[in-house]
Nanobody, 120 residues
Framework: QVHMVESGGGLVQAGGSLRLSCAASRRTLSEYKMGWFRQAPGKEREFVASISMSGITTNYADSVKGRFTVSRDNAKDIVYLQMNSLKPDDTAVYYC?????????????WGQGTQVTVSS
């Protein structure tokens, strides 16, 4: 099975920035549309952002538009999520995966995720 490996999380003050990275354990990500999801304590996992295979098309949840930027480096087979102007509500475990369909169903098994904690 393919597992996602997320990194880059941490503790940051409100207004700060973090950049998350995502790689795959056994497969090249450049062949797929990729995305980021997050799960806050006591809440369901939710879609955050996606990027097409070419990197030309991106989509964002309303809650992160204008603050987060998803990108990819297909040569390195890495997907990034640049998070700026972070808010305490952004606190969650962040996961990457390949969203499929209108409901952004996960294509791959979920990885461990990376914890992002934003203090007020």
């Amino acid at each position: 099975q393919v597992h996602m490996v997320e990194s880059g999380g941490g503790l940051v003050q409100a207004g700060g920035s973090l950049r998350l990275s995502c790689a795959a354990s056994r497969r090249t990500l450049s062949e797929y549309k990729m995305g980021w999801f997050r799960q806050a304590p006591g809440k369901e996992r939710e879609f955050v952002a996606s990027i097409s295979m070419s990197g030309i098309t991106t989509n964002y949840a309303d809650s992160v538009k204008g603050r987060f930027t998803v990108s990819r480096d297909n040569a390195k087979d890495i997907v990034y999520l640049q998070m700026n102007s972070l808010k305490p509500d952004d606190t969650a475990v962040y996961y990457c995966n390949g969203p499929v369909g209108e409901r952004n169903a996960p294509r791959f098994s979920w990885g461990q995720g990376t914890q992002v904690t934003v203090s007020s």
